[in-house]
């Protein structure tokens, strides 16, 4: 048992974003408790990074079933405890008119991308505030620009935002810190069903994103608390003002 090795948790770390996170985080030394909803491939990448000697635990499930949240932090305190939690599991909802918006669809794609985040939040504070840990919560440009067809996701992306900063404020004095990261554009699953007919060959991979996160991960977590970061700035100002 190395106890004072650090740990994180990511979710959604089965293929795009996540993955390159988490590899990113094995790279830096840490131990891994990586989520999604299907087992196999989320297995692979499970497999695949623990190669490079982390210990790697996947939880399969939703993250908006409780029963999947206990399991990702009970996983964290079997590995010695947590220093970090990605939220970046995420459902685009319906691409579409608000006009057409099957409105019962917000039962979805709030609980996913605003309601299951905080709620993983309220179970690892215990283990984060030992630690003086960091919250990443990820997010969209299309929670700060009102783009066409986007309101849904665009709005339970703003929401995460406003609670992150909320939760920044309100987790200071137990040590915990949070930040939201806007990735910015990239090719992947959720890109493609976003602009189903699109040729998205021009975005970039997730990679790109990789010198934000080794940039973020050096940063001492109370002096970037309530920030928000875009991570494609190829000038490495990274840091946005809300
Ligand atoms: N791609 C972009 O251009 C872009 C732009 C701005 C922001 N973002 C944000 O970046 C983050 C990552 O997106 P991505 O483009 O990397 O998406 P992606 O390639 O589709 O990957 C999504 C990941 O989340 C998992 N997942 C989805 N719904 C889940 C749920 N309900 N419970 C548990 N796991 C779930 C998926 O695995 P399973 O399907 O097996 O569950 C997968 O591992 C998201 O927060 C997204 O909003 C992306």
Sequence with gaps: MTAS???AIITGASRGLGEVISRVLAERGYDLVVGARNPGPLQDVAESISQKGSRVVPVAGDVTDASVRARLVSAAGELGGL????????ELGDIGPLMEFDVQRFGRVFPVNAGAPIALIQLAVPLLAERRGLIVNVTSDAAQA???GWGPYGASKAALELLTRTLATELRDRGVSAVIVDPGDMRTRMHQQAFPLDDISDRPLPAVTVPFWNWLFDQMPADISGERFAAQREDARWLQRV
């Design 5 to 7: 090795k650090r740990v």
């Design 83 to 90: 220093d970090l939690l990605v939220n970046n599991a995420s």
């Design 146 to 148: 009102a783009y066409p």
